[in-house]
């Protein structure tokens, strides 16, 4: 296979990649913004939206790992394919050094900052809308996201931490 002919369908994996890191950034901002009285009146509303929202909002510490499961693999995906693509165009001695720039750069603007602005400065509608397909996300990486839960909370307890710190971000 040529080298260009695996350009485009690289760049067009990268762009998806980055949405999906997108998605998890702005869904983390967005969910553990919300104050637990606008869940409640949110719920009360038997909307299925929100019902989910609460069921995800119930267990934070398997939310957040979830959310972060989701998005490491992503970027890390993202890493993998740039320094590919790099390798093939640039000297070795550059790769890794602009793989790593790039990437950066990309996840941090694209994945990152923006996205989380866009969960902050639209978390409730958009709770709402990502509520659905996080459950599916915790679901489909479920056995991943019960590792890292288990080895995370007994690490967490193990160093003295607070097993429960993520609690204290979905209260007022």
Do not use: C
């Amino acid at each position: 296979m040529s080298t260009y002919s695996i350009l485009v369908p690289s760049l067009i994996a990268v762009v998806i990649l980055l949405a999906l890191s997108a998605f998890f950034s702005s869904s983390e901002s967005a969910i553990f913004s919300l104050p637990d009285e606008w869940v409640q009146t949110a719920t009360d509303d038997s909307s299925t939206q929100s019902h989910r929202l609460e069921q995800l909002r119930a267990n934070p510490h398997r939310l957040l790992v979830t959310l972060l499961v989701g998005n490491n693999l992503v970027n890390i995906a993202i890493t993998s394919i740039v320094t590919l693509l790099v390798a093939r165009f640039l000297p070795p001695g550059f790769t890794v050094v602009i793989a790593t720039l790039s990437v950066s750069v990309l996840v941090l603007v694209f994945g990152e900052i923006v996205p989380k602005s866009y969960g902050l400065a639209h978390a409730q509608s958009w709770s709402l809308r990502v509520a659905r397909p996080i459950s599916y996300v915790e679901r489909a990486l479920g056995p991943l996201v019960a590792v890292f839960d288990i080895v995370t909370r007994w690490l967490t307890r193990l160093v003295g931490g607070d097993q429960h710190i993520e609690k204290s971000y979905l209260e007022d």
